[in-house]
């Protein structure tokens, strides 16, 4: 290796070890002290107390568990949606891929923020869902959608929906069709031949995609703040609401490291998944 | 079949809510969801508010200094991982490069906070919260991204071109500027492109490192969304979607010019 790709390679080290390293040893650290009126606003002496709360208070646990529970149920809903966009693609003719799979992905350029907005006014009672239901006279009432846990699913779906559907089309395009034809020469039905070939197949895309989604979602603030309601319980709420109101650093440093600890896991399991990528 | 249906129910459902933001940012009434006739007044408005202006301008210099320098870092990472074969430390290299890209908003905003207020207390001459904080926290995280799509071009690009020229006597820093640079030139310009509106769409982390003179565009925009729907927010967002897609267009237009 020559002196400019050892230059390199140690500006970039320094500059991981500086913002990514360094920060989540501060978090730690800080968790461990004591909030206080001063400018930063915690000190010493250390303690677990932050710990002992998180785990007495049943507010912190059941906000991690619903935090869960929304991230894998709109994993899941994320993938039922994704995962037949995502075939479709890759077996839409050549000439058609390029722009179906650039009509998926524009939206994300757009800013998160508008796109979640939007659905404010779609949902909310004098909005434009509500208003044409009970202009058909299916509805007699507005609909509460707004502010629902269910609001907050659609969202999770709407925003999340692209980073399911590349890796899977990367996926399910390089599936031979070859297999498929000869599974149906051979009698398969078209949907045992799906469940026994076309999905194991694509096993890496869904685990990526459910991944990159599932992850983030987690620790997702601001989807549930405007879309959810308030008994919508998820962390990422908690720690916001630990920093910016209560002004409690170090219970918000202590609420960080444990929903990193939980999401250690999985983050794992998606870098095996990315090497096991860059291998094949 | 199945499958078509849903891709076609999908596309609608990615598109519609942006198609009625843009509708009803040219609507008369203040209510918003009742049309009452075309209107510009509130792109009138939005252009007066100089809150919004002020905050617009901080978030496009902070995206554009963030993206330059995430390009520069980033393009050394992604160059590192494909070229530089199996060096020592790689996999915790290529995987400290993927955290960012998962690692939930919240988090990363906390934590870059944090440093830079130990780095202030350490370094007491360090300038306070504002801009500065803004660009190292967005590079910081859009860098990630730009080392992916840098990694991506390179490792599908055969060596032929630079083996060439270095057979011919020219010094490696001579080959990686004259032949690899204009070689990964579309995907620097990708990378610069996705790290500007990551920077720009950021509220999470921006409200965590951001100073009280350096309030950005989404945080205003957050503030007001927050109170419910107002028709200059419709009017300011569908500029923003205007802008993405006029900046996408643009550049893939770039591109195609570029490979005739």
């Known amino acids: ?89 890759a077996r839409a003719p050549v000439r058609w891929r390029q722009i179906l799979l650039l009509l998926v992905v524009l939206p994300f350029w ?114 549930p703040e405007l879309l959810g309601g308030p008994d919508t319980l998820m962390i990422g709420k908690v720690l916001w609401t630990e920093f910016f109101t209560n002004r409690n650093w170090p219970m918000s440093a202590a609420v960080a490291v444990i929903l990193l600890a939980v999401l250690v896991l999985p983050i794992m399991w998606f870098q095996a998944a990315q090497k096991e990528e860059a291998r094949a | 079949m199945i499958a078509r249906v849903l891709l076609g129910v999908g596309l609608v459902f990615l598109y519609l809510p942006l198609l009625v933001v843009m509708g009803y940012s040219f609507n008369a009434s203040r209510l918003v969801t009742v049309w009452t006739g075309f209107s510009t007044q509130w792109y009138g408005e939005l252009f007066a508010d100089r809150q919004i202006l002020r905050a617009a301008g901080i978030s496009f210099i902070v995206a554009v200094i963030s993206a330059s320098l995430a390009t520069v870092l980033g393009t050394a990472a992604g160059y590192a991982l494909a070229r530089f074969g199996p060096f020592r430390g790689r996999s915790i290299f290529a995987g400290s490069l993927a955290v960012p890209l998962v690692m939930p908003e919240v988090i990363t905003g906390l934590a870059l906070l ?107 925009v957050f503030s007001s969304v927050r109170l419910g729907v107002s028709p200059k927010i419709n009017a300011l967002a569908t500029i923003l979607i205007a802008l993405t897609f006029l900046m996408l267009a643009a550049s893939a237009a770039l591109a195609r010019k570029r490979s005739k």
């Open chain 2, 114 to 220: 944090l440093l830079f207020v130990a780095a202030q207390s350490a370094m007491p001459w360090l300038p306070g919260r504002g801009i500065g904080t803004l660009i190292v926290a967005h590079a910081s995280l859009t860098t990630a991204y730009v080392a992916v799509i840098v990694q991506a071009r390179v490792s599908g690009m055969a060596r032929d071109f630079e083996d060439a020229a270095a057979d011919l006597g020219a010094r490696p820093a001579t080959v990686f500027v004259h032949i690899t640079l204009p070689l990964i030139a579309p995907a620097l310009v990708a990378g610069w492109l996705l790290a500007f509106v990551l920077s720009l769409d950021d509220l999470v982390i921006a409200s965590f490192v951001s100073g009280p003179q350096s309030t950005t565009l989404p945080m205003v």
């Open chain 1, 110 to 223: 757009t800013s998160f923020l508008v796109r979640i907005y939007a659905w404010i006014g779609l949902l909310r009672p004098t909005g434009l869902i509500n208003l044409v239901l009970e202009s058909l006279g299916v509805i007699a009432e507005p609909l509460r959608l707004l502010n629902t846990d269910g609001a907050v699913y659609l969202g999770i779906v709407y925003a999340y929906l692209p980073f399911m559907v590349l890796p899977l089309y990367a996926r399910l395009e390089k599936l031979d069709p070859a297999l498929l034809e000869a599974a149906a020469d051979l009698g398969a039905r078209p949907w045992s031949t799906f469940l026994k070939i076309t999905l194991p197949l694509s096993r890496p895309g869904v685990i990526a995609g459910c991944l990159l989604v599932f992850i983030p979602t987690v620790g997702e603030f601001v989807i």
């Open chain 1, 1 to 89: 290796m020559n002196v400019q790709a050892k230059t390199s390679l140690f500006a970039v080290w320094l500059w991981i070890g500086l913002v990514l390293l360094l920060p989540f040893a501060i978090v730690l650290k800080i968790s461990f002290a004591t909030a206080q009126l001063s400018v930063p606003p915690y000190g010493p002496p250390l303690t677990g107390a932050n710990y002992a709360a998180l785990v007495g208070d049943g507010l912190y646990v059941r906000a991690y568990l619903g935090s869960l529970r929304i991230a894998l149920v709109s994993t899941a809903l994320t993938l039922l949606l994704g995962y037949p966009m995502a075939y479709a693609i």
